[in-house]
């Protein structure tokens, strides 16, 4: 008797468990899901320069390595790093005393054969001397003058110079120095303007001119820009890369631009247009389509569902006892969680994206201005599903950002 009493008591407990488990389980079910963390933004209109991108490298309009073709001893650097020397400025000197010497001797020689052909000249008026002697005369006054000239370049060859205005390299050569023909000096930099060269493909040849303006982005001075003109244009396309290349010519007149860096380039090509812009992290990009997440309130949604469940009805032409069945079925209350009508939802939109822009895409179709959609968070949404919204970081949304080195 004991036992079945145990017994009927345990089942009862079991029952009682269950039903509480099942209670339980009902009442979470209950509950609205938490809502998503998710950052925003507003479609807005924006003016768009049509452009034509591109990353590029800056060089120099006129660039060195400078070298002497003799060798010989350093006396003399008359140039610091990072001077800005002028054209024909002396930046350094080999020993030259002993050719210096030599030019002496020579020029002496030829003072002497000078007045040797002077006074020949005057013998051969009065018949003193022979044609021949005077031609000898006339050819040692000419060798003479010869070896002096070349002399003097002799001379010259043991000094540098700058062929050109610019800035000076890193100079790591000290008087004392015992310098090979061929040994790299200083390097020289016209900076001011400065080239840029970038290649683009060949179906972008007919939009390409001379003269048309562009911008440059440089990681290097984030949010600045500058501007320059396509100042030549190859007449070749790359048979293996099908690409063209183009030179451009910027002002430099800061010098902040150096031969060698990278820089994004954007030719402006056509004129401006007007387009609703999103960044390009708000839109999903499915098989079937792209689409937005918007932000409305509970209640917005509700009308915006019922609106299109009528809609799609007109549509389909519904006998109207079906849309009878229909409006009512639409005004009982789902069994799902009840969200109150100030929550903010998401409900996902389909969208047409026209052109790129840096960070932006342009919203041809599918969206009115000042629209509030979601750009992070969207893994886990779907229509209906509730949110929280955390501006506090927000993704890249620039038209214009700079190339990143990693």
């Given at each position: 008797?004991?036992?079945?009493?145990?017994?009927?008591?345990?089942?009862?407990?079991?029952?009682?468990?269950?039903?509480?488990?099942?209670?339980?389980?009902?009442?979470?079910?209950?509950?609205?899901?938490?809502?998503?963390?998710?950052?925003?933004?507003?479609?807005?209109?924006?003016?768009?320069?049509?452009?034509?991108?591109?990353?590029?490298?800056?060089?120099?309009?006129?660039?060195?390595?400078?070298?002497?073709?003799?060798?010989?001893?350093?006396?003399?650097?008359?140039?610091?790093?990072?001077?800005?020397?002028?054209?024909?400025?002396?930046?350094?000197?080999?020993?030259?005393?002993?050719?210096?010497?030599?030019?002496?001797?020579?020029?002496?020689?030829?003072?002497?054969?000078?007045?040797?052909?002077?006074?020949?000249?005057?013998?051969?008026?009065?018949?003193?001397?022979?044609?021949?002697?005077?031609?000898?005369?006339?050819?040692?006054?000419?060798?003479?003058?010869?070896?002096?000239?070349?002399?003097?370049?002799?001379?010259?060859?043991?000094?540098?110079?700058?062929?050109?205005?610019?800035?000076?390299?890193?100079?790591?050569?000290?008087?004392?120095?015992?310098?090979?023909?061929?040994?790299?000096?200083?390097?020289?930099?016209?900076?001011?303007?400065?080239?840029?060269?970038?290649?683009?493909?060949?179906?972008?040849?007919?939009?390409?001119?001379?003269?048309?303006?562009?911008?440059?982005?440089?990681?290097?001075?984030?949010?600045?820009?500058?501007?320059?003109?396509?100042?030549?244009?190859?007449?070749?396309?790359?048979?293996?890369?099908?690409?063209?290349?183009?030179?451009?010519?910027?002002?430099?007149?800061?010098?902040?631009?150096?031969?060698?860096?990278?820089?994004?380039?954007?030719?402006?090509?056509?004129?401006?247009?007007?387009?609703?812009?999103?960044?390009?992290?708000?839109?999903?990009?499915?098989?079937?389509?792209?689409?937005?997440?918007?932000v409305l309130t509970k209640a917005e949604a509700d009308r915006r569902?019922?609106?299109?469940?009528?809609?799609?009805?007109?549509?389909?032409?519904?006998?109207?006892?079906?849309?009878?069945?229909?409006?009512?079925?639409?005004?009982?209350?789902?069994?799902?969680?009840?969200?109150?009508?100030?929550?903010?939802?998401?409900?996902?939109?389909?969208?047409?994206?026209?052109?790129?822009?840096?960070?932006?895409?342009?919203?041809?179709?599918?969206?009115?201005?000042?629209?509030?959609?979601?750009?992070?968070?969207?893994?886990?949404?779907?229509?209906?599903?509730?949110?929280?919204?955390?501006?506090?970081?927000?993704?890249?949304?620039?038209?214009?950002?700079?190339?990143?080195?990693?």
């Open positions: 008797m004991i036992v079945m009493i145990v017994a009927v008591l345990g089942l009862v407990a079991v029952i009682a468990g269950i039903k509480v488990l099942s209670i339980m389980r009902m009442i979470a079910a209950s509950k609205p899901p938490p809502p998503a963390v998710v950052s925003t933004a507003k479609a807005n209109s924006q003016d768009w320069q049509p452009e034509l991108r591109a990353v590029g490298t800056l060089r120099a309009v006129r660039g060195a390595d400078l070298a002497l073709d003799v060798a010989g001893l350093v006396t003399r650097v008359k140039v610091k790093s990072g001077d800005e020397v002028r054209q024909g400025q002396l930046l350094l000197q080999l020993r030259d005393s002993e050719d210096i010497a030599l030019l002496h001797q020579l020029e002496a020689a030829a003072a002497l054969a000078d007045v040797t052909f002077a006074r020949a000249r005057d013998q051969l008026a009065v018949q003193v001397i022979s044609k021949a002697d005077y031609d000898q005369s006339a050819a040692d006054l000419k060798a003479k003058h010869a070896a002096v000239t070349q002399q003097e370049v002799n001379v010259a060859k043991k000094q540098l110079r700058a062929p050109f205005s610019g800035r000076a390299g890193i100079v790591t050569i000290n008087p004392g120095a015992y310098l090979n023909p061929g040994t790299t000096i200083v390097t020289l930099q016209q900076l001011d303007p400065i080239y840029v060269d970038f290649h683009l493909p060949q179906k972008d040849l007919a939009e390409l001119r001379t003269g048309q303006k562009l911008t440059l982005g440089l990681d290097a001075f984030p949010g600045r820009t500058f501007g320059g003109t396509v100042s030549a244009i190859s007449p070749k396309v790359d048979s293996d890369t099908r690409n063209v290349q183009v030179e451009a010519k910027v002002p430099n007149p800061d010098r902040v631009l150096t031969p060698g860096m990278f820089a994004s380039v954007s030719v402006e090509v056509g004129s401006k247009q007007r387009h609703l812009t999103l960044p390009q992290t708000a839109v999903v990009y499915n098989p079937y389509g792209e689409t937005v997440f918007v569902q019922a609106a299109e469940a009528a809609a799609t009805a007109a549509a389909n032409d519904d006998p109207p006892k079906e849309k009878q069945q229909d409006q009512r079925a639409a005004k009982k209350p789902g069994k799902g969680p009840q969200l109150p009508p100030d929550a903010l939802v998401v409900q996902q939109t389909f969208v047409t994206t026209g052109p790129t822009r840096g960070d932006q895409v342009a919203i041809l179709k599918g969206l009115d201005e000042g629209v509030e959609v979601v750009t992070s968070g969207q893994i886990k949404l779907k229509s209906g599903a509730p949110i929280r919204i955390d501006n506090s970081v927000q993704p890249a949304n620039s038209p214009n950002p700079t190339p990143q080195e990693h």
